[in-house]
């Protein structure tokens, strides 16, 4: 049996080691607090997702949620400093610190979410990998495309998965392979394969940066789950549920017809579940080491779910994306957001 002396030490052994634990769990929120703007890893310029525009303003479905976290945790949205990676340097710059969040159309897997030191926050694009061919081919299916040149970017769940699609298939393929998604979008251009291949969603983005995207297609055919969305370091719970139920925020948000235009007013519904949201009903932003207007912010700079996909991807973009799988649970898709109470 412990006497009391042992089991004095051993309470004030656990008061140190929740602190300790507490303060490991803050770490990067007041790191940014301090830096003033939140580090975010995006892609090496892929648009529709994270891109510079012509005044080297960065934009897409990417780069919102980058901007909703700045908005939640620091009131603006703007305070974002967009570190530009590709495939391979990714996971590195979030594991070394170089970056506070990855927001950079990543594929959750077993592997990157169990042997990387990576947690993924959400889902913010349900996608699959398809192929793109010339048009003058007159390729209609996937099945078609036995013996092919396939441009594949490197360190991504490309190459494996339509390596186990051709082989499940009885056919072959010359991988021609590459760094960055330019240099395959390049490669194709150039004819140095006949396929390209990748996220139907990154097709639809490298597709019209082609000098003629008339002239490819992207195939029906989609042959894996691309479950992309935002990843943090492991062992800081408290920034895993900022960068989470900011993106929940954005989700529940259309669901409740909450949206950057209406937002003020919808400051006065009785609503239970907008008042919860906007911060008019408790703080459910306390629990995250924020202030009650957390969501309020973040809907009021960056806008809901929706109004981030139809400008970035969706049919008022140049992608012109159907929502699809991304629509919310309640209209056929397969966004859903936990709910805030």
Known sequence: MLNKKHWVLLAS?????????TNANAATLEETIERGAVQCGVSDGLPGFSAPDGDGNW???DVDVCRAVAA??????????YISLNAVERFTALQSGEVDLLSR????????DTTLGLN??????????????????????ADELDGAAICIQTGTTTELNV?????????????IVFDTSEQTVGGFQAGRCDVLTSDTSQLAALRIQLDDPDGAVILPDIISKEPLGPVVRQGDDTWFNIVKWSLFAMLNAEEYGVTSENVEEMTS?????????????????EGMGLDADWAYNIISQVGNYAESFERNVGMDSPLEIE???????????FQYAPPIR
């Open 13 to 21: 052994a656990g008061a140190i080691t929740l602190t300790g634990a």
């Open 59 to 61: 934009q897409g479905l």
């Open 72 to 81: 939640a945790v620091l009131g603006d949205a703007d305070a974002v400093n």
């Open 105 to 112: 159309n990543t594929t959750w897997t077993t592997t990157r």
């Open 120 to 141: 993924f926050a959400g889902v913010n694009f349900y996608d699959g990998i398809g192929f793109m061919v010339s048009r003058d081919l007159g390729i209609s299916g």
């Open 163 to 175: 390596a186990d699609y051709f082989r499940a298939n009885d056919m072959e393929f010359d991988p």
């Open 269 to 285: 519904s009785e609503n239970p579940d907008i008042a919860r949201l906007l911060g008019q009903d408790g703080n459910y932003g």
């Open 323 to 333: 929502r699809g799988a991304n629509a919310l649970w309640n209209q056929g898709g």
